[in-house]
């Protein structure tokens, strides 16, 4: 059973970088597509980055588009998500997803994931 792992997460000045890793076991990532996720607090789950099956395609959210990249280590099965340029309205608990629904207009960043890791904090001071 696919089991997701997220790390990365810490304090960070507005302007700076942190990479959020997300970690797959039990069966490789390309056979989902993975979503990157996060809530600030009192406010509603946003969808950031995703990526289908294998990498084909991506998407992201017109917020971070230019500043977030969505990638992944095929050797550690491992989905990364590279923020850059943060701001503290980037300030969230991250969380990746797999998605096993076939999307062949490409990922989704709505929701309908059907596996989630436990997320990971990110602050970013102004």
């Known amino acids: 059973q696919l089991q997701l792992v997220e790390s990365g997460g810490g304090l960070v000045q507005a302007g700076g970088s942190l990479r959020l890793s997300c970690v797959g076991s039990?069966?490789?990532?390309?056979?989902?597509?993975i979503g990157w996720f996060r809530q600030a607090p009192g406010q509603e789950r946003e969808g950031v980055s995703c990526r289908t099956t294998f990498g084909r395609t991506t998407n992201s959210a017109d917020s971070v588009k230019g500043r977030f990249t969505i990638s992944k280590d095929n050797i550690t099965n491992t989905v990364y998500l590279q923020m850059n340029s943060l701001t503290p309205e980037d300030t969230g608990v991250y969380y990746c997803a797999a998605d096993w629904i076939p999307r062949p207009n490409g990922c989704v960043l709505e929701g309908g994931y059907q596996r989630w890791g436990q997320g990971t904090q990110v602050t970013v001071s102004s």
């Open positions: 039990g069966k490789s990532l390309d056979y989902y597509n």
